[in-house]
């Protein structure tokens, strides 16, 4: 085996390992999101991107720049958005300035669901964050993750 397969097997065990805590913290997640609020992991993140939106320039996202913040295909987002606004969590209307584009708005149902289920979101976070932590393999990725939150924003061009 050469160096280069060395780093390259290296690599690969620390993918598998950020792949295996993802897949964890996910899955602790959506077990709490279901059974306290009826929501997935991807309903409660698409409600949390589009709650940040704004009225003005700039402030309403493309359907492909809320597809990237949820990390899903377009196709797979516009159905996540059809299933929530059946649910009256979300609203769709034509954007005034380009009738070809469509916005997406959280009701006020939404809000209020999204406010009640976000302590539960960030409460699973920090307990599978806890239980990685307690295994060697995922501890370092949980270490990491804990010290980006504590190390200040770097300044814009920097």
Do not use: F
């Not at 976070?125 to 010290?147: G, K, Q």
């Amino acid at each position: 085996m050469t160096a280069t397969d060395s780093a390259l097997t290296g690599l690969a065990q620390g993918w598998c390992a950020l792949s295996l805590l993802h897949g964890r913290i996910e899955a602790h997640i959506e077990r709490a999101l279901q059974s306290a609020h009826d929501l997935s992991v991807r309903e409660y993140s698409l409600l949390d991107v589009l709650s940040r939106q704004h009225d003005g320039p700039g402030g309403h996202l493309q359907m492909k720049q809320v597809a990237d913040a949820v990390v899903l295909s377009q196709s797979a987002t516009t159905r996540l958005v059809t299933r929530l606004e059946d649910r009256g969590l979300l609203s769709r209307y034509i954007c005034d300035t380009d009738r070809r584009g469509i916005y997406t708005d959280v009701s006020e149902a939404g809000l209020a669901l999204l406010a009640q289920a976000r302590p539960t979101n960030d409460r699973a976070l920090r307990e599978a964050l806890a239980s990685a932590a307690a295994d060697p393999e995922l501890a370092p990725l949980v270490e990491a993750l804990e010290n980006m939150h504590r190390r200040p924003a770097a300044a814009p061009g920097a």
